[in-house]
C-alpha cells in the first residue's frame, strides 16, 4: 500500500488549495482515506475521512463547511478541497488509509504517505 499527497503550497487567508493523494497497492473503491495534519509542535491530528462511497467523516469540528472530500476511485486519487483557509490551517498535510472499508478512529490508521505543505499567510 502506498500512498503520497500532493498539490501543497502557500495561499493567503480566505483562499483554496486542493490537496491529491494517489493511492496505490490496493483497491481505492474498496477503501476509506483519511487527511491527517501536524503543525508545527503540535501532534498530528485526524482531519476528515471519506467512506468509498464518497461520504465524509469529519474528525476535526473547524473543517466542517470549509474542507471536503472527493475521490476517483477509477483512477486511484483523493483530493482535499478547502476553502476559506485560516492561518491556522498551516500545517503539513498527509493521507492516509486503514485498509479497510469504513473511517476508523484516528489512531487506528497504518498506512501512510509522505505529507505535503500547506501554508497560509498574508
Known amino acids: 500500500v502506498q500512498l503520497q499527497a500532493s498539490g501543497g503550497g502557500l495561499v493567503q487567508p480566505g483562499g483554496s488549495l486542493r490537496l491529491s493523494c494517489a493511492a496505490s497497492?490496493?483497491?481505492?473503491?474498496?477503501?476509506?482515506i483519511g487527511w491527517f495534519r501536524q503543525a508545527p509542535g503540535k501532534e498530528r491530528e485526524g482531519v476528515l475521512c471519506?467512506?468509498?462511497?464518497?461520504?465524509?467523516?469529519y474528525y476535526e469540528d473547524s473543517a466542517k463547511g470549509r474542507f471536503t472530500i472527493s475521490r476517483d476511485n477509477a483512477n486511484k486519487e483523493v483530493y482535499l478541497q478547502m476553502d476559506s483557509l485560516k492561518p491556522g490551517d498551516t500545517a503539513i498535510y498527509y493521507c492516509?488509509?486503514?485498509?479497510?472499508?469504513?473511517?476508523?478512529?484516528?489512531?487506528?490508521?497504518?498506512?501512510w504517505g509522505r505529507g505535503t505543505q500547506v501554508t497560509v499567510s498574508s
Open positions: 497497492g490496493f483497491t481505492l473503491s474498496d477503501i476509506a
Open positions: 471519506s467512506y468509498p462511497n464518497g461520504t465524509i467523516t
Open positions: 492516509a488509509s486503514a485498509a479497510t472499508w469504513h473511517c476508523p478512529n484516528p489512531r487506528e490508521y497504518n498506512y
